[in-house]
């Protein structure tokens, strides 16, 4: 479960596959995310230059030095590093498909909400598909990287993700083997090179149903499911 994969790497960054229900950083004497991944690279240090949440399984970028960080981190500032996600929620949302823009604040317990302002909003952008009785299946693209910015928006709209024990019916999602969030696709450019990476999920019944694989075959160049930035 707590497998590190390497997807790619070169003398720059390293992207690994982050599995579900991991810590980013270390907690309660746990090696994180980021332990785990410098120590199978066998490196003195790898810098973050974004995170994902525990629950949430996927794609990360981590830097090899710290210039590089800093290059990424311009990059994530100036909107540069383009990021697709699958979720899957059983309640069907109140639009298939769209924006969601609003302000985020903090609410009660680590929770987020949505407010009515948008002086300084999350941007989120999505398409869904139904899936088997039930299943809603959503393939997400944040504008901006507000924490918990996906599983606010996504409830937001009446859909909460499934597992999501914060955010969704907390009884009903103690019954999933997972939170149904997965970070699917980087798109960026550095240094005047180009680089696409794309990761299914491998950990989740429902991910791993048939109906959610053929879908996501359809899935395969995200990018090209979201033309406007508007």
Same mark, same amino acid.
């Given at each position: 479960?707590?497998?590190? !994969?390497?997807?790619?790497?070169? =003398? !720059? ?35 973050? %230059? ?7 399984? #996927? ?29 899957? &929620? ?35 952008? /999505?398409?869904? %598909?139904?899936?088997?009785? #039930? ?20 409830? &937001? ?12 019916? @907390?009884?009903?999602? =103690?019954?999933?083997?997972? #939170?149904?969030?997965?970070?699917? @696709? ?22 791993? &149903?048939?109906?959610? =694989? ?10 090209? /499911? /979201?033309? &406007?930035?508007?």
């Amino acid at each position: 479960m707590n497998e590190i !994969n390497l997807i790619f790497q070169n =003398k !720059n960054f390293a992207i690994f596959d982050k599995p579900a229900e991991l810590n980013f950083h270390s907690e309660d004497n746990e090696a994180g995310f980021v332990v785990l991944a410098t120590q199978a690279l066998h490196v003195e240090q790898l810098y973050s %230059v974004h995170r994902l949440d525990k629950m949430t399984s #996927g794609l990360i970028i981590l830097a090899k030095s710290s210039k590089i960080a800093n290059d990424f981190t311009k990059l994530f500032e100036e909107k540069k590093v383009q990021k697709y996600y699958l979720a899957l &929620s059983l309640r069907k949302p109140k639009k298939k498909q769209g924006w969601i823009k609003a302000d985020m604040a903090q609410s009660r317990r680590g929770t987020y909400k949505l407010l009515q302002t948008k002086d300084n909003p999350a941007i989120t952008q /999505f398409i869904s %598909v139904a899936l088997r009785v #039930g299943e809603r299946f959503f393939l997400v693209k944040p504008h901006t990287g507000k924490t918990h910015q996906i599983r606010v928006a996504l409830k &937001s709209i009446g859909s909460p993700i499934a597992g999501d024990v914060r955010y969704a019916n @907390a009884d009903e999602a =103690k019954k999933e083997d997972r #939170g149904y969030l997965h970070a699917y @696709a980087l798109n960026f450019t550095l240094n005047d090179e180009e680089f696409s990476f794309v990761s299914e999920p491998d950990f989740g019944e429902r991910y791993l &149903s048939n109906e959610a =694989k053929e879908q996501i075959k359809l899935w395969m160049k995200p990018w090209d /499911f /979201f033309k &406007s930035t508007k």
